[in-house]
């Protein structure tokens, strides 16, 4: 929903309108606006026309039942992807995308191999969420929310700043979605210049790093990026921003087989992660051609080096392998 266009709409009507519109979209998740019966009916008719609630989007189920993904096709045409999962504990965290693709090139990523066809709007983010509210409340029911956003989907956000920050305002807006900025999280490859900025945010948002290598000549391998932005100057702008918002900051670090999880790689690892409010995700690498994943030996033997070296670290199984909605293979191949 264009919602600019809605605010511009509204400021002809009396003040309780908007109240009475948001509660509709954002609490009510309606998809039509005739389903707001306390606007009048050519106000309804006119926000149809102009203001359309409409998401085109269509969902695959993983085999367990805990993924979901939607194949989301925007107003030109263009697709992009979110993925819900769903955890035992209640939890429902959603990944949205950033950007039509992804500029950036990361030789294990699914996206990376797209190319960039553009960012998204800050409607366009906001959208995966309405649509995926829509559908856990016609699904699951009235209980069923989404309680975590994190923009680990298609695109980088630090390379669609303004956009990815206004969609936060509005997830974070208690008149709108009111979820809180605790429960946001952003990835980013390592864009300084975004990290810089991010720093001086005031929304308690969290920041991931997707760090891949614990040295240069392998990083700037995997992450193109890596040559200009340098690992040790993305780690001197995370201190930076730990010392202005004294918060947690999460290093995702991909298991590649022979690539990046020898005992060497983790003892490296671990002495440039040994820092107080550093903490280490290990994920499983989903294939996406390029590589293959790291054998269980492998995975275990690099996790207690970290915590031998005394590291905060954990590892995180991956969601939704089966529908090629697990991280990094989100490329909408349809
Ligand atoms: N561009 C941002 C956010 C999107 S990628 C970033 O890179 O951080 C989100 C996460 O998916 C990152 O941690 C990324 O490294 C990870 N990822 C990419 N390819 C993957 C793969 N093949 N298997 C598992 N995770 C992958
Ligand atoms: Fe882009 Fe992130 Fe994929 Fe790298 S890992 S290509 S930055 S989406």
Redesign the pocket.
Known sequence: MKLEKLQLILKDEPGFREKQAFEGVFKKLVSDWNEVTNLPKNLQEKLNEQCSLEVDGKVFESKDGKTFKALITLKDSEKIEAVLMRYEDGRNSL?VS?QVG?A?G?K?????KMGIKRSLSSDEIVDQFLFFARFLKEKFGENEKITNVI????????LNYDNVMKAIEILNDEKAIGLGARNIS?????IIEGIKKFSDEERQVNL???L?APNDELRSEL?PINKKDKLQDVLNAVDEYISKRKRKVMF?Y?LIDGVNDSEENAKELATLMKKPLYMVNL??????GN?NPSSKKNVDRFLNVLKKTGVNATLRH?FGGDIKA????LANES
């Open positions: 990944c950033s992804c950036l990361c294990f990523c699914a996206t990376g923009f680990m989907g298609m695109g980088e956000p630090f952003v990835s980013t490859s390592g991931a790093i997707s891949h992450m995702e991909l994920i499983n690498y989903n294939p996406t590589f991956s697990a991280c990094g293979q």
